[in-house]
């Protein structure tokens, strides 16, 4: 399961505290570098990493923790309100335009996930009695779009295509089919690259000038770390995304993407992707997920 290690290294050393009673300041200090390692072994930017633990520090040395009859479990909870801090306080929604369809834009590096779980989160909004329709923008991989085919009619969800045509073209008539058809949501399944590439970046920006979608939500892999992290600041410079869905978070990721990607790109994540299957998505809480990383 992701995040073991990181879960583990904190835990042991809120052990260590919880057996001395009264803290002295270099138990404080010892703790608070100990948490820094379990954070830099998790694989999260080294820069969140300084800022998180000053802050915890900062709020730790001060009297009432050390003085205060329960300091272990004072710490546990400073830590776990600046975990919450971190991943952006609460869970943010998708934006439903007032004007029929919602077009949600999904960005990503080949293999993210971005196919499946942009089905998934259609499938997500169709339980709550929207009517989506997948859009195959991907034209450059044939075999994107029966996938896209195949998961849409697992979902029983109407999959829009027009084979290796233009993709501005495609997402614009996806948009006049969906407004005809009575479908009030639109997700574009954009193509991917294995690395962030001008060619791409030029294309996915010609879409979202043309189109101009309600919500560019990018797609990272939670197991790729730092590299999802690079990979969510690069689209977040060219696209300026509103939000991520971070993927197979039901690997044995170590932590670091979910916990840098708010501080890196100032973005929330949205949505987590915990499994294979096409009900495998979640709405994204920071609250559930600093309590699931303090185990
Ligand atoms: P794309 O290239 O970004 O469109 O990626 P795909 O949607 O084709 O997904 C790549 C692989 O990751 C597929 O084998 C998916 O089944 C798998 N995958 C996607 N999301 C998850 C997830 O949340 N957990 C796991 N374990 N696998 C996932």
Known sequence: MAFEGLTAKLNAAFKKLRGKGRLSESDIKEAMREIRLALLEADVSYKVVKDFVKSVSERCSGQDVMESLTPAQTIVKIVNEELIR?????????????????????????GAGKTTNGAKLAGLFKKQGKRPLLVACDIYRPAAIKQLEVVGGQLGIPVFQMGQENPVKI????????????????????????????????????IKAEVQPN??????????????????????????????MLTKLDGDARGGAALSVKAVTGKPIKFIGTGEKLDMIEPFHPERMASRILG
């Open 171 to 206: 997402a614009k008539a996806a948009i006049r089919h969906a407004q005809q058809h009575g479908n009030d949501m639109v997700f574009l399944d954009t193509a991917g690259r294995l690395h962030v590439d001008e060619a791409l970046m030029n294309e996915l920006k010609s």
């Open 215 to 244: 919500e560019i939500l990018l797609v990272v892999d939670a197991m790729t770390g730092q590299d999802a992290v690079n990979a969510a600041q690069s689209f977040n410079e060219w696209l300026d995304i509103d939000g991520v």
């Open 86 to 110: 971190l991943m952006g306080s609460e869970n943010q929604r998708i934006s439903i335009s007032p004007k029929p369809p919602t077009v949600v834009m999904l960005v990503g590096l080949q």
